[in-house]
Protein backbone atom coordinates (compact mmCIF):
# COMPACT_ATOMS: atom_id res chain seq x y z
CA UNK A 1 0.00 0.00 0.00
CA UNK A 2 1.53 3.42 -1.23
CA UNK A 3 1.34 5.85 1.82
CA UNK A 4 2.69 9.34 1.51
CA UNK A 5 3.01 10.98 5.03
CA UNK A 6 4.05 15.18 5.21
CA UNK A 7 5.29 16.52 8.56
CA UNK A 8 7.31 19.52 9.47
CA UNK A 9 3.87 22.10 9.51
CA UNK A 10 3.69 24.40 11.90
CA UNK A 11 2.75 28.48 13.08
CA UNK A 12 5.49 31.01 11.92
CA UNK A 13 5.39 34.86 11.82
CA UNK A 14 6.00 36.17 8.69
CA UNK A 15 9.57 36.46 7.21
CA UNK A 16 10.28 33.09 8.92
CA UNK A 17 10.82 29.46 7.45
CA UNK A 18 10.34 25.74 8.05
CA UNK A 19 10.85 22.35 6.01
CA UNK A 20 7.80 20.32 5.29
CA UNK A 21 9.16 16.40 4.63
CA UNK A 22 6.97 13.62 2.62
CA UNK A 23 8.17 10.26 3.49
CA UNK A 24 7.02 8.19 0.41
CA UNK A 25 6.68 4.09 1.46
CA UNK A 26 4.94 1.02 -0.16
CA UNK A 27 6.51 2.21 -3.73
CA UNK A 28 7.50 -1.66 -6.10
CA UNK A 29 9.12 1.11 -8.18
CA UNK A 30 10.47 4.84 -8.39
CA UNK A 31 8.38 7.59 -8.44
CA UNK A 32 8.52 9.46 -11.94
CA UNK A 33 7.57 12.41 -10.27
CA UNK A 34 6.98 13.78 -6.75
CA UNK A 35 5.46 17.19 -5.92
CA UNK A 36 3.93 19.73 -3.29
CA UNK A 37 0.73 21.51 -3.54
CA UNK A 38 -1.13 23.21 -1.49
CA UNK A 39 -4.54 24.53 -0.58
CA UNK A 40 -7.10 26.89 1.35
CA UNK A 41 -10.78 26.22 2.10
CA UNK A 42 -12.60 26.97 -0.41
CA UNK A 43 -9.54 27.42 -3.35
CA UNK A 44 -8.68 25.40 -5.88
CA UNK A 45 -5.46 22.82 -4.73
CA UNK A 46 -2.45 24.76 -6.58
CA UNK A 47 0.75 23.39 -7.25
CA UNK A 48 3.78 25.13 -5.12
CA UNK A 49 6.94 23.00 -6.58
CA UNK A 50 7.75 19.72 -8.08
CA UNK A 51 10.50 17.55 -9.16
CA UNK A 52 10.78 14.36 -12.00
CA UNK A 53 13.02 11.72 -12.05
CA UNK A 54 15.47 13.81 -14.81
CA UNK A 55 16.25 16.27 -11.95
CA UNK A 56 13.60 18.89 -13.59
CA UNK A 57 12.31 21.25 -11.25
CA UNK A 58 9.48 23.56 -11.68
CA UNK A 59 8.16 26.13 -9.19
CA UNK A 60 4.79 28.16 -9.09
CA UNK A 61 5.53 31.92 -9.42
CA UNK A 62 4.86 32.32 -5.66
CA UNK A 63 7.34 29.67 -4.48
CA UNK A 64 10.13 30.47 -7.01
CA UNK A 65 13.04 32.57 -5.22
CA UNK A 66 11.26 31.83 -1.77
CA UNK A 67 11.35 28.03 -1.51
CA UNK A 68 13.63 25.15 -2.76
CA UNK A 69 12.50 21.00 -3.51
CA UNK A 70 14.48 18.26 -2.95
CA UNK A 71 15.01 14.36 -2.41
CA UNK A 72 17.30 12.48 -0.75
CA UNK A 73 19.22 10.01 -2.17
CA UNK A 74 17.13 6.90 -2.25
CA UNK A 75 14.17 9.11 -3.61
CA UNK A 76 11.75 8.49 -0.72
CA UNK A 77 11.61 11.54 1.10
CA UNK A 78 10.63 14.99 -0.67
CA UNK A 79 11.23 18.25 1.20
CA UNK A 80 10.59 21.81 1.06
CA UNK A 81 12.62 24.28 2.53
CA UNK A 82 10.27 27.45 2.70
CA UNK A 83 11.81 30.87 3.62
CA UNK A 84 10.49 34.33 3.61
CA UNK A 85 7.09 33.38 4.57
CA UNK A 86 3.97 35.63 3.82
CA UNK A 87 0.64 35.19 5.28
CA UNK A 88 -0.80 34.28 2.00
CA UNK A 89 1.65 30.69 2.11
CA UNK A 90 -0.48 29.61 4.82
CA UNK A 91 -2.62 26.47 3.62
CA UNK A 92 -3.11 23.12 4.21
CA UNK A 93 0.28 21.67 2.13
CA UNK A 94 0.10 18.39 0.65
CA UNK A 95 2.85 15.85 -1.17
CA UNK A 96 2.09 14.18 -4.44
CA UNK A 97 3.74 11.25 -6.37
CA UNK A 98 3.47 9.48 -9.40
CA UNK A 99 2.62 11.26 -12.47
CA UNK A 100 -0.16 9.49 -14.88
CA UNK A 101 1.48 10.86 -18.36
CA UNK A 102 4.04 13.31 -19.53
CA UNK A 103 3.53 16.95 -19.15
CA UNK A 104 4.91 20.34 -19.80
CA UNK A 105 4.31 21.58 -16.15
CA UNK A 106 4.58 19.34 -13.39
CA UNK A 107 2.55 21.48 -11.38
CA UNK A 108 -1.08 20.15 -12.11
CA UNK A 109 -2.78 18.14 -9.84
CA UNK A 110 -4.61 16.07 -12.03
CA UNK A 111 -1.41 14.43 -12.69
CA UNK A 112 -0.41 12.59 -9.13
CA UNK A 113 -2.13 9.49 -8.52
CA UNK A 114 -1.21 9.38 -5.12
CA UNK A 115 -1.78 11.99 -2.16
CA UNK A 116 -0.96 12.00 1.18
CA UNK A 117 -3.13 13.57 3.90
CA UNK A 118 -1.85 17.56 4.44
CA UNK A 119 0.42 18.95 6.85
CA UNK A 120 -0.78 22.61 7.91
CA UNK A 121 1.04 25.78 8.00
CA UNK A 122 -0.17 29.37 9.09
CA UNK A 123 2.12 32.34 8.60
CA UNK A 124 1.03 34.99 11.00
CA UNK A 125 1.20 38.61 10.25
Known amino acids: QVTLVESGGGTVQSGGSLRLSCVASGFTYRSNCMGWFRQIPGKEREGVAAIDVDGRIDYSDSAQGRFTISQDNSKTTLVLQMNSLEPDDTAMYYC???????????????????WGQGTQVTVSS
Open 96 to 114: AAVCSRPSRSLLLQELYKF
